[in-house]
């Protein structure tokens, strides 16, 4: 059974840092698209990054553009999300997620997920 674990998420204060990490059991790990999405308390899941198969690609919601940034480590089959300069509107659950699809954009084309990291960001 496939399994994407997330950790990292903690309370940060506004401006500060953190890294969160997902390692995966997915075999074939470089053939997936890897994604991060949030959901804040009583919003719909969103989008906050991607990257492609190979490295290749990168995709960012605009408002963390600067801010975060996505990579994966092929050899230990684990994404990673760099958070800096945290604001209180980053406050949600993330989820790491995998897709064999290009549309990194759509939350249903994603056939695994996480269970969720919890990153609180106070003022």
């Known amino acids: 059974q496939v399994q994407l674990v997330e950790s990292g998420g903690r309370l940060v204060q506004v401006g500060g840092s953190l890294r969160l990490s997902c390692a995966t059991s997915?075999?074939?790990?470089?053939?997936?698209?890897l994604g991060w999405w949030r959901q804040a308390p009583g919003k719909e899941r969103e989008f906050v990054a991607a990257i492609s198969w190979y490295e290749t690609s990168t995709y960012y919601k605009d408002s963390v553009k600067g801010r975060f940034t996505i990579s994966r480590d092929n050899a230990i089959a684990a994404v990673y999300l760099q958070m800096n300069n945290l604001q209180p509107e980053d406050t949600a659950v993330y989820y790491c997620?995998?897709?064999?699809?290009?549309?990194?954009?759509?939350?249903?084309?994603?056939?695994?997920w996480g269970q969720g990291t919890q990153v609180t960001v106070s003022s």
């Open positions: 997620a995998a897709t064999q699809k290009k549309e990194v954009f759509r939350r249903s084309v994603y056939d695994y």
């Open positions: 997915l075999r074939s790990f470089n053939n997936y698209a």
